[in-house]
Nanobody
C-alpha cells in the first residue's frame, strides 16, 4: 500500500525554523511532482509549495515565498520543506501530496499545481504550531 508519511512538525516560537519530511513507502514517488499544503483550523487547505520530479523547478505560495524551501532527495524517496522565520500564522497541519499527471516532466514543461484536486496521493499530516 502506497503511503506518504510526514514528520518533523512541532511547537516552536516565532522566528524559529523547522524542517518537515515526507517519506514515501509502498511505491516510489521519484517520478512524481510533489506538493506541500497546509490547513489551519476552520480554514480551507492552502497550497504551500511544489516541486517537479527532479527538483529543477519549484513554486511557492505567496504567504511563504522567501521563507520556505521545498526540496527532494529521490535516492531516499523523500521530500522536504524547510521553514524559516516562522510566524504564528504558519500554524497549521501540513500535508504532502503526490501528483500523478506530470511524472518525469522536465523543468521546462512542468506546470505547478496549486489545487488539492490535482494531487492523487496524500499523507496524514503533521502539526506545526508557532507561538508568538
Amino acid at each position: 500500500q502506497e503511503q506518504l508519511v510526514e514528520s518533523g512538525g512541532g511547537l516552536v516560537q516565532a522566528g524559529a525554523s523547522l524542517r518537515l519530511s515526507c517519506a514515501a513507502s509502498g511505491r516510489t514517488f521519484i517520478s512524481y511532482p510533489m506538493g506541500w499544503f497546509r490547513q489551519a483550523p476552520e480554514k480551507e487547505r492552502e497550497f504551500v509549495a511544489s516541486i517537479n520530479w527532479n527538483g529543477g523547478r519549484t513554486h511557492y505560495g505567496d504567504s511563504v515565498k522567501g521563507r520556505f524551501t521545498i526540496s527532494r532527495d529521490n535516492s531516499k524517496n523523500t521530500v522536504y520543506l524547510q521553514m524559516d522565520s516562522l510566524k504564528p500564522e504558519d500554524t497549521a497541519v501540513y500535508y504532502c501530496a503526490a501528483e500523478r499527471a506530470q511524472q518525469y516532466i522536465s523543468s521546462a514543461y512542468y506546470v505547478p499545481k496549486k489545487r488539492e484536486s490535482e494531487y492523487d496521493y496524500w499523507g496524514q499530516g503533521t502539526q506545526v504550531t508557532v507561538s508568538s
